[in-house]
């Protein structure tokens, strides 16, 4: 489908209502092609997620995976974004979409540099904890990637940039931090590398596990465990991790130094090494690398 041609009616209930599932993947430029990373990983939580919110998907992890690669290679991209995407069209008035509205897949490929901007990954970014919380646990299901779920990362995002911080970081309903408006977070104390376990409230993201496989590779001691607000004003360093955020540096929370106020040394060794890995600068012991 050409670009000025993708519509979708006003009154579909994914519009409505934000009845959509959905990825977001890169694909990097290396010596040997465009690569997409994760791939299989990424389809397989939007399956999931068509799971959970009973999305009847007809397409099996192959032919999905063959469409993200095909979308990249007939477009002529060397390096992108890749979003495919499965929602509820236009049929139902209701919430109940089942039998009323078409099921429909798409996969959308576009250039996009760094997410938070090429100078974040090195000299870091300034971020606040968010007067925004994430949901209670059985609220909304957080392992499924869905549209509707990002109402509350806007928010989050958009308060954020307005008292001049770069990102926010969430709180659960229980005052421990849950994760960035749409990363994953770690933190680094004594060699330690911490992220805050899987409670119900964070998306269990894809990045974040390479991350932890990396550290674990690099010999760095990597826990999962519940985090109180104040271990993020104690940290040596600090760094959100996503498919659109890679691996970045937080500078500051709170107007509180981190560290030294830059990208720190476990930081930068973990962010080398998953960015070597990704662009096809050292070996892809995992098999994380699709070619295009």
Not at 85 to 103: D, K, R
Not at 123 to 137: E, H, I, L, Q, T
Request: some cysteine; aromatic content about 8%; proline content about 7%.
């Amino acid at each position: 489908i050409p670009w000025d041609s993708a519509q979708l009616h006003l009154l579909s209930t994914a519009v409505q209502f934000g009845a959509s599932v959905f990825e977001g993947i890169r694909c990097y430029e290396t010596p040997d092609g465009p690569s997409i990373f994760r791939l299989p990983e990424h389809i397989r939580r939007l399956r999931d997620s068509c799971r959970i919110y009973r999305m009847p998907l007809e397409h099996d992890e192959a032919t999905l995976i063959e469409a993200c690669i095909e979308t990249v290679r007939r477009n002529g991209l060397r390096s992108a974004y890749v979003r495919p995407m499965v929602l509820w069209g236009f049929g139902a008035p209701g919430l109940y979409p089942v039998g009323g509205s078409p099921l429909e897949s798409y996969v959308a490929s576009f250039p996009w540099g760094a997410y938070l901007g090429a100078e974040a990954l090195e000299k870091g970014v300034d971020v606040c904890v968010s007067a925004w919380n994430r949901a209670a646990p059985n609220t909304f299901p957080v392992q499924a990637k869905a549209a509707g779920h990002y109402t509350n990362s806007t928010l989050v995002k958009t308060d954020a940039i307005a008292n001049g911080f770069h990102e926010g970081i969430c709180l659960g309903p229980d005052g421990r931090v849950s994760e960035g408006s749409g990363q994953n977070l770690f933190l680094i104390r004594d060699g330690l590398l911490v992220t805050p376990t899987l409670d119900g409230t964070s998306l269990a993201g894809i990045t974040r596990d390479a991350v932890m496989t990396i550290a674990r590779d690099l010999g760095i001691e990597v826990r999962d465990q519940p985090v109180p607000r104040e271990m993020l004003y104690a940290a040596d360093e600090l760094f959100l991790c996503g498919t659109a955020s890679e691996v970045t540096p937080i500078r500051s929370v709170d107007h509180i130094e981190v560290g030294s106020g830059g990208r720190g040394p476990v930081t930068e060794a973990i962010q080398s090494r998953f960015l070597a890995i990704a662009r096809g600068e050292a070996e892809d012991r995992w098999g994380w690398r699709t070619p295009v």
